[in-house]
């Protein structure tokens, strides 16, 4: 220890950091404490200084504890990180300093739980909002082979799981319906947009930044085998628009193209 710095017992450290006295937690911290000691504390076995102030809700603390270099995936004695901890107990500002700082939303404990598990198991409707924000796997399972919605404590909670479910199946489907079309990458939508056959470029694409756009998918019609691999006419690049209510789309001509001969229609790729 360096001369000038006094010495702090882990049980002045731990209970600073449990109820948050950040200038106590800073004084221990400069005094030599080391910032990934675990300890049992409560009845806790392997308790890092983080884990205590993620349980608690001490924020401030955490981040004073982060800045040190205390470990984001340390452990305790079920394998749960601290994020499992503040996700846990409700502290949403916690784990949004987690989350910013590099946690790992998908960290597993020993029966496969990840934060947003232990979220939807105690009903914290806004934390697992907040994972799912964050990219958390809504159809992560456990070992029982639960998603976090089957696991969830309330309507609420489990409502906005299902939703992001809902959602997470339509991608999939989407994405796999467009690797079946032929589309030029699986992240553009192939679009038909209606209008007559003779409506100029210039035209369409002028009208399409004026107003919002009713777009429907459609099949072409045509589908790939092994024998006769689907390779669609790439067509004639016209140019990027931005359109309301769509976003930056791709204009795309196939007209007089033999694949798209006698549709009435103009399809297009979205970007």
């Given at each position: 220890?360096?001369?000038?710095?006094?010495?702090?017992?882990?049980?002045?450290?731990?209970?600073?950091?449990?109820?948050?006295?950040?200038?106590?937690?800073?004084?221990?911290?400069?005094?030599?404490?080391?910032?990934?000691?675990?300890?049992?504390?409560?009845?806790?076995?392997?308790?890092?200084?983080?884990?205590?102030?993620?349980?608690?809700?001490?924020?401030?603390?955490?981040?004073?504890?982060?800045?040190?270099?205390?470990?984001?995936?340390?452990?305790?004695?079920?394998?749960?990180?601290?994020?499992?901890?503040?996700?846990?107990?409700?502290?949403?500002?916690?784990?949004?300093?987690?989350?910013?700082?590099?946690?790992?939303?998908?960290?597993?404990?020993?029966?496969?739980?990840?934060?947003?598990?232990?979220?939807?198991?105690?009903?914290?409707?806004?934390?697992?909002?907040?994972?799912?924000?964050?990219?958390?796997?809504?159809?992560?399972?456990?070992?029982?082979?639960?998603?976090p919605s089957k696991c969830a404590?309330?309507?609420?909670?489990?409502?906005?799981?299902?939703?992001?479910?809902?959602?997470?199946?339509?991608?999939?489907?989407?994405?796999?319906?467009?690797?079946?079309?032929?589309?030029?990458?699986?992240?553009?939508?192939?679009?038909?947009?209606?209008?007559?056959?003779?409506?100029?470029?210039?035209?369409?694409?002028?009208?399409?930044?004026?107003?919002?756009?009713?777009?429907?998918?459609?099949?072409?019609?045509?589908?790939?085998?092994?024998?006769?691999?689907?390779?669609?006419?790439?067509?004639?690049?016209?140019?990027?628009?931005?359109i309301p209510g769509v976003g930056q789309v791709s204009l795309w001509?196939?007209?007089?193209?033999?694949?798209?001969?006698?549709?009435?229609?103009?399809?297009?790729?979205?970007?």
């Open positions: 220890m360096a001369a000038g710095r006094e010495e702090m017992d882990l049980d002045t450290f731990y209970r600073a950091v449990q109820e948050g006295d950040v200038q106590t937690v800073r004084r221990g911290l400069e005094a030599g404490v080391d910032v990934n000691v675990k300890r049992k504390w409560k009845g806790w076995p392997d308790k890092s200084a983080l884990h205590l102030a993620c349980w608690r809700g001490q924020t401030e603390v955490a981040e004073l504890l982060i800045q040190h270099g205390s470990d984001l995936e340390a452990i305790n004695v079920l394998n749960e990180t601290p994020l499992h901890d503040a996700a846990r107990w409700g502290h949403t500002d916690t784990c949004q300093l987690l989350i910013g700082s590099g946690a790992n939303i998908e960290a597993r404990t020993l029966v496969q739980w990840t934060p947003l598990h232990r979220a939807a198991s105690r009903g914290r409707t806004r934390i697992c909002q907040l994972l799912i924000r964050h990219g958390a796997d809504v159809m992560a399972r456990d070992d029982r082979g639960m998603t404590d309330d309507r609420k909670t489990r409502r906005v799981l299902k939703n992001r479910e809902k959602q997470v199946m339509q991608e999939k489907k989407y994405h796999e319906l467009l690797q079946k079309s032929g589309g030029v990458k699986v992240n553009r939508c192939k679009v038909v947009l209606g209008g007559r056959e003779n409506a100029g470029k210039s035209t369409l694409k002028a009208s399409l930044t004026k107003r919002p756009v009713i777009a429907r998918l459609g099949s072409l019609g045509k589908v790939s085998s092994v024998e006769e691999p689907y390779e669609p006419t790439p067509g004639v690049d016209v140019g990027n628009v931005s001509d196939f007209a007089g193209q033999a694949e798209y001969a006698g549709n009435a229609k103009l399809p297009i790729f979205c970007t």
